[in-house]
Nanobody, 125 residues
Framework: QVDLVESGGGSVQAGGSLKLSCVVSEHMYSSSYCMGWFRQAPGKEREAVASIDNDGDVNYADSVKGRFAISKDNAKKTLYLQMNNLAPEDTATYHC??????????????????WGQGTQVTVSA
């Protein structure tokens, strides 16, 4: 069973926008108080980008604050990541993850216990 399936990636020019979606299995969605997104670029460390919990509290990496917005639709069991004003340094494979492992520290999203195969985002200058 695949618990997390991402979609919505693509290639855009700098300054463009994309909205990522992640369909979460019933089991994973109901058992995860917190979930979110991280990204992995070749040769770079994995970076937790955003998280959201059942109370609606959100956390963002400093690198995306003011540009990215995380949300979820409980009826559709779907997690979203709206990405605006994209820059070449945002190029990476984006994964949704659940549940969160640990807590947000200094506003930075925590890591995640499970994740999907990812969707590629490529931003050209």
């Amino acid at each position: 069973q695949v618990d997390l399936v991402e979609s919505g990636g693509g290639s855009v020019q700098a300054g463009g926008s994309l909205k990522l979606s992640c369909v979460v299995s019933e089991h994973m969605y109901s058992s995860s108080y917190c979930m979110g997104w991280f990204r992995q670029a070749p040769g770079k460390e994995r970076e937790a980008v955003a998280s959201i919990d059942n109370d609606g509290d959100v956390n963002y990496a400093d690198s995306v604050k003011g540009r990215f917005a995380i949300s979820k639709d409980n009826a559709k069991k779907t997690l979203y990541l709206q990405m605006n004003n994209l820059a070449p340094e945002d190029t990476a494979t984006y994964h949704c993850g659940a549940p969160c492992r640990g807590v947000a520290v200094d506003g930075r999203p925590p890591d995640f216990g499970n994740w999907g195969q990812g969707t590629q985002v490529t931003v050209s200058a």
